[in-house]
């Protein structure tokens, strides 16, 4: 009786044949077995689109079909196909080094079977199980080990799906489906604060809250002149704020107090209400505002707007003075210490408009909280300017900072 073969090359020694060539034959079936156990053979299926078929090497080694591992190699113009016999029964490492955005896939010779097949990006590895399960249309099984079935490697490109990811490192970036920039991350050495996104059930919205220490912040922050929007329209975010104060919202102190409130008529535009403060004595006015809920309860400052019906040069000093009351609090207290910019000097042209720079910090006596009343006095100090007319107050624009974004 002549020898056979088995699928996969092994010489199976029938009684009585091969007289003197035993050992030659069995350490020939010995390194079959050994590649089959544990060798690797590259495959090169470089080209366009095409099957290559892995055959068998009856009683000798080197079938790329009888190694554990086969890595594919070549460069590809279109989708590969390689297969092996029906009768082949097997598991194998196969692994796409191919260059080319192509799909390589691995199959029976023939028959509607299971196959598998690298995508077109995945470049990476797979653990498969060639069946024999059926003499026309046996199936190739994927074993978990691989990229193709679903199982993530260093180099491939998987999509994950149900899958839990339990404190993953993400590095310094999460890029989009093109590989654009999305979301870049800056880690901060020891930090204790963090963000935290909730989601919400029907008719609640998700939630991005701060958390990590007792009370903490949420910065954003635009770049350059960007701004903060929800929508198409801006977020108001708490901080500096102005608020105009008319001349026709003051009135003229008791003792020592500027003129009267004065309306003049110019030849063209507009006429103008005016406070008159004199130019050889200090004078003073008073006008009162109750902040917004926001107000930080802080310092202000202020800017002057006047004019001077003088074709002088000369600067005027204006300073202002503030003190905040609370409910039941003594009308009767003393302003603070009076602050004012630069003085600031006329153009030369009657009835031109000037404005000062914005003063110092005006700290505010009687230890300002919510809810207060606060007085203000403002006043010319002659003796540190040099204007040679009265100067005529059309108003200031006041400056607070509010820490809260509305006033609930």
């Given amino acids: 009786m002549a020898s056979t073969y088995t699928p996969l090359g092994i010489e199976l020694q029938a009684t009585g044949e091969n007289a003197g060539t035993w050992g030659t034959k069995t350490n020939t079936n010995l390194s079959i077995i050994e590649q089959i156990s544990g060798g ?43 297969t092996i016999p029906l009768d082949a029964q097997n598991f194998y490492f196969l692994r796409n080094s191919t260059s080319g955005s192509h799909t390589v896939q691995f199959k029976y010779a023939s028959g509607s079977g299971d196959t598998f097949t690298f995508s077109a990006t995945d470049k990476g590895d797979q653990l498969v199980f060639a069946t024999a399960n059926d003499g026309t249309n046996p199936d190739i099984y994927t074993l978990g080990f691989g990229s193709g079935d679903g199982d993530v490697t260093l180099t491939g490109t998987q999509t994950l799906t149900n899958k839990t990811l339990t404190s993953p490192a993400i590095g310094t970036k999460i890029s989009d489906t093109n590989g654009n920039e999305l979301l870049n991350l800056t880690a901060t050495s020891s930090a204790v604060n963090e963000l935290t996104l909730a989601n919400a059930a029907t008719g609640n919205g998700p939630i991005l809250s701060a958390t990590g220490e007792t009370n ?132 030369g042209t009657a009835n031109d408009l000037a404005v000062t720079a914005e003063s110092g910090a005006v700290t505010i006596a009687g230890s300002p909280s919510t809810d207060e009343y606060v007085f203000f006095q403002i006043f010319r100090d002659v003796s540190a300017d040099d204007l040679s007319a009265d100067a005529k107050l059309l108003g200031i624009k006041l400056f607070f900072t509010t820490d809260a974004a509305n006033d609930a």
Avoid at 48 to 76: K, P
Avoid at 224 to 240: C, P, Q
Avoid at 250 to 263: F, H, I, R, V
Avoid at 329 to 345: E, I, M, S, Y
Wanted: glycine share 10%.
């Fill in 216 to 347: 903490v912040d949420i910065n954003l922050n635009p770049k350059g002149t960007g701004v903060l929007k929800s929508g198409t329209a801006a977020v108001k975010i708490a901080g500096k704020e102005s608020l105009w104060v008319p001349a026709v919202a003051m009135y003229p102190n008791t003792t020592s107090g500027c003129a009267d409130l004065a309306q003049t008529e110019l030849g063209n535009g507009p006429e103008l209400k005016t406070l008159d403060f004199d130019k050889d004595s200090d004078e003073f006015a008073q006008f009162a505002v109750a902040f917004p809920k926001s107000w930080n309860e802080g310092t202000v400052s202020f800017q002057a707007f006047f004019t001077a019906n003088t074709t002088n040069t000369g600067t005027t000093a204006w300073f202002l003075q503030g003190v905040a009351l609370a409910d039941n609090g003594d009308l009767n207290t003393a302003f603070g210490t009076a602050v004012g910019p630069t003085a600031k000097a006329m153009s």
């Fill in 40 to 82: 690797y053979s590259a495959q090169s299926i470089a080209g366009s689109a095409q099957t290559t078929a892995l055959s068998v090497s009856d009683g000798s080694t080197g079938a790329v079909m009888s190694h554990r591992m086969i890595e594919f190699t070549g460069t590809i113009s279109g989708n590969q196909i390689v």
